[in-house]
Nanobody, 125 residues
Framework: QVQLVESGGGLVQAGGSLRVSCVASKGTISSYTMGWFRQGPGKEREFVAAISWIGGRTQYSESVKGRFTISRDNAKNTVYLQMNNLMPEDTALYSC??????????????????WGQGTQVTVSS
């Protein structure tokens, strides 16, 4: 079991960058495929990116590919999402999630076992 805590959100202008972090305050992330999801105002939660627990394979949604980078540091029990060239449509609550020992990277939220509370990212135009 892991408990996840996100941080690093905030207000940024369009075109700017932000890095959000997700640390496991309890447990270890080394055996989990880690994902980032987001939910914008009036929108459904959507997959953003994920990184596998073996091999560090990554997967991104088409809307963020080339702009966002997910990474993990198991020694620090932390997953990062570096977001560049942010756009107003990236405004959302960003949440990290953990999928135990999954070989497949799933884009469906229902596949993930544990979730953090989220960190708000707001991009002004």
């Amino acid at each position: 079991q892991v408990q996840l805590v996100e941080s690093g959100g905030g207000l940024v202008q369009a075109g700017g960058s932000l890095r959000v972090s997700c640390v496991a305050s309890k447990g270890t992330i080394s055996s989990y495929t880690m994902g980032w999801f987001r939910q914008g105002p009036g929108k459904e939660r959507e997959f953003v990116a994920a990184i596998s627990w073996i091999g560090g394979r990554t997967q991104y949604s088409e809307s963020v590919k080339g702009r966002f980078t997910i990474s993990r540091d198991n020694a620090k029990n932390t997953v990062y999402l570096q977001m560049n060239n942010l756009m107003p449509e990236d405004t959302a609550l960003y949440s990290c999630a953990a999928d135990f020992r999954s070989i497949t990277i799933y884009t469906s939220a229902s596949a993930y076992d544990y979730w953090g509370q989220g960190t708000q990212v707001t991009v002004s135009s």
